[in-house]
């Protein structure tokens, strides 16, 4: 016995800039990992700013700020006896480095340089980091004053190096190491380095967890090893919803695992491990005969021992079993990520008493309603659990007196404080829209304001026609294309600026204490990417919940809410046609969003993941659904969708420089902020589309030749 060792990783709900805050989140997960007897604790990458802070990393105070809150919590007397692991930046020489600190008892006895630079998608790490290209080389670091004063010297080292405790060795790779080809846990495992740490700033994606699990668990199971995967949790400011799920593997199994989604500021998650069981898994021959030719690793002494031995040992204390992962189905992923990301949003905007969204009766605002009111249910069962912290926050944004204790009971008295919704009618609107938002608004408890717009609309429009002399008219009333486009977005247009009013005025209106509302938008992902939407109308909003995820992920949350939440008014929505209902409604004819964009929702998910996903242009694009649509279409019918969707995407580009900040989902997301960096201004894609002509001409006429020769 003596080789059982219980150790901690963990997921911090940080803040960027937040460094206060921040740093008694550390504290409180050291202390927390201190009670539950572990002897080593791992956080997130860069918890001590918070991964987010994007350019702030550019500046010194970010620096300074990092090495003042590190002092903070080496001296706290709570963070003594436990060997740690925390992530901030490091200036050295001249150079910005993203680093792990990794200390005992007041002694910084390494600091870890990142090797490779996440610098895709969502990530800019090279804008504000370099890349520590020396693996396994080691220099003297000059400590600031402040830490010299603490720890009685001058310099520690810096650099890629492993620790060697008296009973084992760790060494840390952080989050897109672990996701290269020449990944560095390989070659620590070979140098005997038993305990690989991972600290992590990865963001949810819809369907992405499995893919970092394969990655965890094929580190340790072809190499053997106990791996700790800590990642931060929550909004940290921005469109990013960093989804926690803190992980402890041995060999290729998973004994721990945290919560994905939490309203949880700190959760801490610990297991015991037998280091035999790692020695006697590597124990092969050919894994023997690379290990002596393996480069090695420098090593830095720390005066611990992570296992007991001797009277020590508590025999009744056994190694953490392995446990089947928990994946969240995406309708969940979909209900409680973007509940979460809300709620921080919410509760660190200050001045701002809720939210208020202009409900259509459509599926995309319903899609947002249900998020809200997930957010509600999540929130009601931590109060009804006693999160203090849950509380709190709710009383605040509820304008409740400090000595108040009021705590919501169901998701309806919460949504009824802090949820406003509207439907703003016209003379094209359907009574089956207008009903449908009334019901839903009513089941789910938020404040509903039933309005009709037409005198303001009616007032525009006559305004323009005494300035002009002109009077512009629908389609269907003779107009032509450019006069009915107008006059629809003359109505989307105003429902923008009413939709701030009414945020603005509302809780005045009821009498409510606290600032106004924050306006939710409802544009999906598909209907940003093909240009279905308005510049400057109800999909300008302060943020959006749905803007990353695509119309057939939202029917499928849908239908999962409404059995799952026990609201059956949401199977209305599912069935209802998607319709503006901009334009007027006759006896023959009905607004279609799907006959008006030209293609099915399904098809421009399609497109996107080629555009994106597949980095494919008209061309690629075209060649590729040649073969995944033969037999559903015609290469006629291919060439016209693929043109048709380029163009489109190409002259709405421009939209997406000014479109309301979403929560990110979907891999295939067109928002321009820093995920799908394009020109919005595009000349016509005169080449592709005559290689795609010339493709068509040659395919149709093999066609027609086979069919005379039959």
């Known amino acids: 016995m003596g080789h059982l060792a219980t150790i901690a990783t963990c997921s911090l709900n940080q803040w960027a800039l937040d460094f206060e805050g921040n740093a008694e989140r550390i504290i409180e997960s050291i202390r927390i990992a201190k009670a539950k007897g572990a002897t080593l604790r791992v956080g997130p990458e860069l918890e001590i700013t918070g991964y987010g802070c994007l350019d702030h990393f550019l500046e010194g105070d970010t620096y300074l700020h990092s090495w003042e809150m590190l002092v903070r919590i080496l001296t706290h007397e709570d963070c003594q006896d436990i060997l740690l692991d925390i992530g901030m930046p490091v200036s050295h020489k001249n150079v910005r480095y993203n680093c792990r600190i990794i200390a ?6 390494l600091i870890r340089p990142k090797l490779f630079l996440a610098n895709d998608g969502n990530y800019r790490e090279m804008r504000y980091f370099t890349p520590w290209g020396r693996q396994r080389y080691v220099e003297e670091y000059y400590l600031p004053r402040m830490m010299s004063e603490v720890m009685g010297k001058r310099k520690v080292p810096f650099g890629d190096a492993a620790i060697s405790t008296f009973d084992t060795c760790i060494a840390a790779e952080t989050c897109e190491e672990l996701f290269t080809p020449g990944a560095p846990h390989s070659g620590m495992s070979l140098d005997g380095i038993e305990i690989l740490t991972n600290s992590s700033g990865s963001h949810h994606e819809l369907r992405k967890l499995d893919k970092r699990i394969k990655f965890m668990t ?13 990642n931060q949790q929550g909004c940290d400011g921005d469109r990013l919803y960093y989804d926690g799920c803190a992980m402890i593997g041995v060999n290729g199994k998973i004994v721990a695992q945290g919560s994905q989604f939490s309203l949880k500021d700190v959760e801490v998650v610990t297991a015991t491990v037998d280091l035999e069981e790692v020695r006697s898994y590597r124990f092969q021959p050919s894994r023997g005969m690379q290990a002596i030719n393996n480069p090695v690793y420098p090593r830095v002494e720390a005066d611990i021992s992570l296992s007991t031995y001797g009277a020590d040992v508590d025999l009744s204390i056994g190694p953490t079993k392995g446990i089947e992962v928990k994946y969240h189905k995406p309708e969940e992923e979909i209900a409680l990520g973007p509940a979460c990301w809300l709620w921080d949003y919410l509760r660190r905007c200050g001045g701002v008493s809720g939210y208020f969204l202009p409900l259509s009766g459509g599926i995309d605002s319903c899609a947002t309603a249900t998020i809200v009111h997930s957010m509600c249910r ?4 931590d109060c009804a659990a006693g999160d203090e912290l849950v509380i709190r926050d709710a009383r605040r944004i509820c304008g409740e007196k400090e000595d108040s204790t009021w705590i919501p009971k169901t998701p309806q008295e919460l949504a009824s404080r802090i949820f406003h919704t509207s439907f703003m009618g016209t003379e094209n609107s359907s009574k089956e829209t207008r009903q449908r938002a009334k019901d839903l608004a009513d089941v789910i408890g938020a404040y509903h304001v039933d309005l009709n717009m037409d005198s303001i609309v009616k007032s525009v429009r006559d305004l323009f026609s005494f300035v002009t002399g002109k009077t512009p008219s629908f389609r269907v009333h003779g107009g032509s294309k450019t006069e009915n486009l107008a006059l629809q977005n003359i109505q989307a247009r105003l429902r923008m600026v009413l939709a701030y009013m009414f945020a603005q005025l ?3 209106v009821r009498g409510l204490p606290g600032g106004g509302l924050l306006v939710l938008g409802s544009a999906n992902v598909d209907e940003s990417l093909r240009g279905y939407l308005t ?7 302060d943020i959006n919940p749905i803007g990353g995820i695509s119309k057939t992920d939202l029917k499928s949350f849908i239908a999962y809410a409404r059995d799952e939440f026990k609201l059956p008014i949401l199977h209305d929505f599912i069935t209802a046609v998607p319709t503006a209902e901009l334009e007027p409604i006759t006896h023959n004819y009905v607004q279609s969003d799907e006959a008006d964009m030209g293609f099915t929702y399904d098809e421009l998910s399609v497109f996107g993941k080629l555009r994106k996903n597949h980095k494919l242009g008209p061309w690629g694009a075209f060649e590729k659904l040649l073969h995944e649509w033969s037999g559903v279409m015609s290469p006629r019918q291919i060439a016209d969708k693929t043109r048709n969707f380029f163009w489109y995407y190409a002259i709405n580009r421009h939209k997406m420089t000014t479109i309301t900040p979403a929560y990110h989902a979907e891999a295939y997301s067109p928002d321009d902020n820093r995920f799908d960096l394009r020109p919005f201004l595009y000349p016509a894609f005169s080449l592709p589309y005559k290689k795609i002509e010339a493709t068509v001409a040659r395919l149709m006429g093999d066609t027609d030749k086979g069919e005379k020769e039959a």
């Open 378 to 381: 999540l929130v009601v069962a």
């Open 506 to 508: 509302l809780p005045w």
């Open 218 to 230: 094929n580190a340790t199971g072809i190499c053997g090893g106990v791996y700790l995967y800590a």
């Open 535 to 541: 510049k400057y109308d109800c999909s300008s909003a």
């Open 104 to 109: 005992l008892n007041k002694e910084i006895l």
